[in-house]
């Protein structure tokens, strides 16, 4: 075994702060009582909202971490472990611990399934974040992942946090608010199943970032990413999280599409 012998410090700050973010977003989660009622009262949404948002906070450290080891050329195995290790509490314990938090009702009537289900997601994203750290290298130009990223899965999960805020305390509340949070409470557990197995699977996702972000693009290309940036930022509340559950979905749906369109190939080859 060779000892690490030096360590490249921002990069390792910037790991280290995602590690934080995860760690107090499961510390505010655990202020959230146990109601037996369907909805949260006002301070428990106030936390399951920070929560949330400090995983997103999280995810910005994420991805910086490794673009500022990579321009830096600091890169090491130290540094992969590290993100691996840190990922797994605030992309793996954090949102399975959220999701049993802001579940009231389903966690009430269902308090072994939830556990089970919360346990399952925080296992799915360490066997989620093993098998990339294995099977990634440093020649990888990073334009897509095998199995919905661990980060994105998180998201997903806290993303629903930030909407029950917001259908609680926006300026404009929806005509059936009440009934729409209940319903989303109910099913999210579900959710979280399907997403658990989206991690492990093989179903390819794009990354993002680094498609929209890398290299150069066209002038409406760069107009067209301003906007959309405009948009989340002004109905934030409901397109996070509405986006985040499009991207975890967005996989098996072109995945099945595609399956349809070849096997239409292959019955009509004129078509």
Known sequence: ?????????????????????????????????????????????????????????????????????????TASDFGAQLDSLCDLVTFGVAPGFLLVKMCPRFTYLHKEAVWVIAAAFAACAALRLARFTVETSDEDEHLSFSGLPAPAAAAAIAGFGIMFHTLRNAEMPLRYAHQIEVVLQTALPCFAVMVALLMVSRIPYPHVVNQIFRGQRSFGHVVGVVFALVAVMVIRGYSVPIICCVFALCGPVRLGWAKVIQRRHQEDPLF
């Open 1 to 73: 075994m060779r000892p690490a012998r030096t360590i490249a410090v921002f990069p390792t700050m910037l790991t280290l702060g995602n590690l934080v973010c995860g760690f107090f977003a499961i510390v505010v989660a655990a202020r959230v009582d146990k109601p037996d009622s369907a909805l949260m009262n006002l301070v428990d949404i106030e936390n399951v909202m920070l929560s949330g948002w400090l995983i997103f906070l999280a995810m910005v450290f994420d991805a910086l971490d490794g673009y500022v080891a990579r321009l830096s050329g």
